[in-house]
């Protein structure tokens, strides 16, 4: 079996961050395994500004965020220092650090001294809240819509209801406005918005989208395709004041109810997140959105430098 | 105007049980399918369970057919391909005052001549279905209860080669019509003349848990039956997540596969009775499914008022099940009525390869085969691990619809529900079936994904 010193898994912010101080911190024996065909992560996606701001002091776009750590891996020449690995699905993780992958010919295992862990999170669905009624086309999470608009130059839909008022749900309220559809809401079932308040002011407010607060999706209807959504009132204890519902008529719902950290494969090989970037299995490394749901990709990166610390360190104990 | 020896009409399970049935024999045979795939009305909604024919009368045509069916899919999966899986059944009570009523079911279950039934104590049930709730006192245990993988797939595989017609308003002519239309078949039958019976759409809604439960129970439990149901019951699928489910409530709307909020109240409160431990929070997605119902039993007989039309209706649960002996009863029909059946030698295409999954393989031989057809290494579906290659050998059996994908590999079926998947099943789809992607849907016309493409 192939051995590495150090294996980082996920090629966004968080592992792309993890690597670099791995290597600064000493390490010179490090594969990076992406399972996307660029890295970059989930910001290959945002292309709004307001990345950066504390790491680079810079107001950036998610891509030129992602490629300011680009640049800098590329950047470092000795042979196989910083390995990166693209279309690379890691399926497999033990509790001896055997990882294996997944390219387009080839199914891979190596083993590993340390191993970090960055995979960032996937969106929370409808199913998850959940809301009752048909099971029509139309239903998308946020991130879901904002990859086939961004990336791949599509039109979901051109009347949409958000369910959540996000950050993701806040940014796709005016990406959809700004392609031509329609915003005809953002319901949002707590009392206020845990999102920024300058995305609240430059995503909805500014055009005039209603953002319903204390209110909630009762019920979505449509046999082919999204046709509308019964919306209604709840109180402080999110108990429905059912003689407030009322239709909204749309092609389209966009699901924006938070995420979760991927950590199937920290559970595959027996550990448990502990402490910033430690598992139970000394060693093994969680960073990133992994790690914990962060609300910036300043914070992840911050955060995971310290992952990529904490594994030169360890493979310096051993 | 086409001629046939035999028109199918409806491709549910039952339909295409039939097909395959009568392609043993030299005969011109088509099945009509309204939607954009096979096995997309009810059959679609299945829970997967090959029932062993308890909780029928022994006098019912259902009961008998289950049974036979019972014993023939077990043949069928092998012959397709498809998993099966011998899980048995559990029928429990809480109350001494309903043994009388469970000794009666095994009595008529024997009647239909179910094998291996017996009647299992606390003791039994504490060592082999450790999260039951510890006030049941008994069950009949049923061990011949099946459950398959690929729910709704079987049928999908009955028929071999399928040629797609897409003519519009074509004129189909044959000497016998057999209606097999599902929710439909009273419609069917009434525009020849045939008005007794009703087709009463009774809505099932079903909860899917996760993957985590898989061991939460070793069998199929079911309560008590009620008198419009066999009950919610916990289920084992063969992907592992359980199922709870599913309701019965009859409706008029023949399309309404909507779930409730007091659905969803029921099904937890009726499983929560029976293993304690599942709670709201496990559900990860959840459907409906509407049966077909007339009266209490299936109707399937030749209409002697229009000689050549024979009715398949009322085909409610346990259908699915009784399929492939619902078939061999329709062949007998056929040939009593005059349907010469003359054995073909050699083109009846009994075998069906499995599907390849790189993951239900040993490492060795998944590595083989990556390095042979790099396609298994492009993992499109990263919840359930599905690659492009199998998505692709998928639309070559005939998906054409994103749903049609996920019920043949599971992609779109995982944790994530599509959110990382989706935009790279529509290429390939698009891609496979020359189609803009535009045209992708969920299910058929009126379902598409998107509204427009920008990007030339
Ligand atoms: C839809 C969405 C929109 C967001 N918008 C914003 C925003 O506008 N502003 C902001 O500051 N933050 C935003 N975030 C938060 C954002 O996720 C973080 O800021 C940051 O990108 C997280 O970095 P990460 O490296 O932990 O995760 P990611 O960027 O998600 O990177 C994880 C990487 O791991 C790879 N990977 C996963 N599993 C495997 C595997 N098994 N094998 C190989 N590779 C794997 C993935 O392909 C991915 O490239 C958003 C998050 C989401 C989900
Ligand atoms: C929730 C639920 C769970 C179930 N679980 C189980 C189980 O675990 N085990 C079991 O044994 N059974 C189960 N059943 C029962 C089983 O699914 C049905 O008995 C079976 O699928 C019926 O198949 P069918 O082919 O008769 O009907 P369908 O699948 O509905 O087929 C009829 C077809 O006819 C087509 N059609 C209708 N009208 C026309 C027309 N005018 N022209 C052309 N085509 C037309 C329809 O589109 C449809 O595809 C369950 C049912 C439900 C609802």
Not at chain 2, 142 to 166: C, M, Q, T, W, Y
Request: glycine residues 8%.
């Amino acid at each position: 079996m192939i051995k590495r010193e150090l294996i980082v898994v996920g090629g966004g912010p968080a592992g792309m961050a993890a690597a670099l101080s791995a290597y600064e911190n000493g390490v010179k024996d490090i594969l990076l395994l992406e399972r996307d065909q660029f890295l970059g992560g989930i910001l290959n996606q945002c292309i709004h500004t307001g990345f950066g701001l504390q790491h680079f002091k810079e107001d950036l776009t998610g891509p030129e965020f992602a490629d300011r750590l680009i640049i800098k891996i590329k950047a470092i020449k000795a042979d196989k220092a910083i390995e990166v690995s693209l279309q690379s699905f890691v399926v497999k993780l033990t509790d001896r650090k055997v990882v294996t992958y997944l390219k387009p010919g080839k199914f891979e295992e190596v083993q590993a001294k340390a191993i970090i862990m960055a995979t960032g999170c996937r969106e929370r669905t409808r199913e998850m809240i959940p809301i009752p009624g048909d099971r029509p086309a139309g239903i998308f999470s946020a991130g879901l819509a904002q990859k086939m608009i961004n990336i791949e130059g599509w039109l979901p839909g051109k009347e949409v209801v958000i369910i959540g008022s996000g950050d993701i749900g806040l940014i796709m309220a005016r990406r959809f406005t700004l392609e031509g559809a329609k915003v005809k809401a953002v319901v949002e079932i707590q009392k206020e918005s845990r999102g920024l308040v300058r995305n609240i002011v430059q995503c909805v407010q500014d055009f005039d989208i209603p953002l319903y607060f204390r209110h909630k999706i009762k019920r979505i209807i449509g046999h082919d395709r999204v046709e509308k959504v019964e919306v209604v009132a709840v109180d402080e204890n999110l108990n429905e004041k059912p003689e407030t519902a009322f239709d909204i008529t749309c092609d389209t719902v966009l699901v924006s109810v938070g995420l979760i950290p991927e950590n199937e494969l920290i559970e595959m090989a027996g550990a448990e997140i502990e402490d910033l970037n430690t598992t139970s299995i000394p060693g093994i490394f969680s960073c990133g959105n992994s790690y914990k749901v962060y609300d910036l990709a300043d914070s992840v990166t911050r955060d995971s430098e310290k992952a990529g610390k904490q594994a030169a360190e360890y493979l310096k104990r051993i | 105007m086409s001629k046939y020896d035999v028109l199918i009409i409806g491709g549910g399970v039952t339909g295409t049980s039939i097909a395959r049935e009568l392609s043993r024999y030299k005969l011109e045979i088509a099945i009509l399918e309204k939607e954009e795939e096979l096995a997309f009305g009810v059959s679609k909604s299945n829970s997967g369970i090959i029932h062993p024919g308890t909780q029928n009368p022994p006098s019912s045509l259902k009961g008998k057919l289950c049974v036979q069916g019972n014993l023939l899919t077990r043949k069928i999966a092998k012959e397709l391909g498809v998993d099966f899986k011998e899980v048995g059944e559990l029928i429990v009570i809480f109350k001494e005052e309903d043994m009388p009523r469970l000794l009666e079911i095994k009595k008529e279950a024997e009647a239909l001549g179910i094998p291996k039934l017996k009647i299992v104590d606390k003791k039994w049930l504490a060592k082999h279905e450790p999260n039951l709730n510890k006030d049941i006192i008994a069950a009949l245990y049923a061990p011949s209860a099946g459950i398959k993988k690929e729910f709704g797939n079987l049928p999908r595989f009955h028929i071999g080669a399928v040629s797609d017609n897409k003519d519009p308003n074509q004129i189909f002519e044959s000497r016998f019509v057999i209606n097999a239309a599902g929710l439909y078949a009273d419609e069917i039958s009434a525009m020849v003349g045939i008005n007794d019976f009703k087709i009463t759409p009774r809505k099932g809604e079903e909860y899917l848990l996760d993957k985590k439960l898989a061991k939460l129970t070793n069998h199929l439990i079911f309560p008590l039956p009620s008198p419009t149901s066999n009950g919610i019951l916990v289920i084992k699928t063969s992907d592992g997540n359980p199922m709870i489910g599913p309701t019965a409530e009859d409706q008029i709307d023949k399309q309404d596969k909507s779930t409730t909020e007091a659905g969803m109240k029921k099904v937890l409160e009726n499983v929560q009775r029976i293993v304690p431990k599942i709670s709201k929070d496990n559900i990860i997605a959840y459907f409906a499914g509407l049966r077909p119902v007339s009266g209490k039993d299936f109707i399937i007989r030749h209409e002697d008022k229009v000689p050549g039309f024979i009715s398949v209706a009322g085909i409610q649960s346990p259908g699915l099940t009784a399929a492939p002996a619902i078939a061999l009863l329709v062949v007998k029909l056929l040939k009593q009525n005059g349907l010469a059946l003359k054995k073909k030698i050699l083109f009846f295409h009994k075998h069906r390869k499995p599907t390849v999954h790189l993951f239900a393989m040993p490492v060795e031989k998944a590595k083989a085969l990556t390095k042979k057809d790099p396609a298994y290494g492009d993992i499109v579906c990263r919840c359930e691990m599905v690659s492009a290659k199998e998505i692709r050998d998928a639309i070559k059996r005939g998906a054409k619809t994103l749903d049609g994908i996920k019920f043949r590999t599971r992609c779109q079926s995982g944790r994530c529900h599509g959110g990382f998947c989706t935009t790279r099943a529509m290429k390939i789809l698009a891609e496979e079936l020359a189609m803009p992607l535009t045209e992708v849907t969920k299910r058929g016309k009126g379902s598409e994904i998107i509204k427009e493409s920008r990007k030339q």
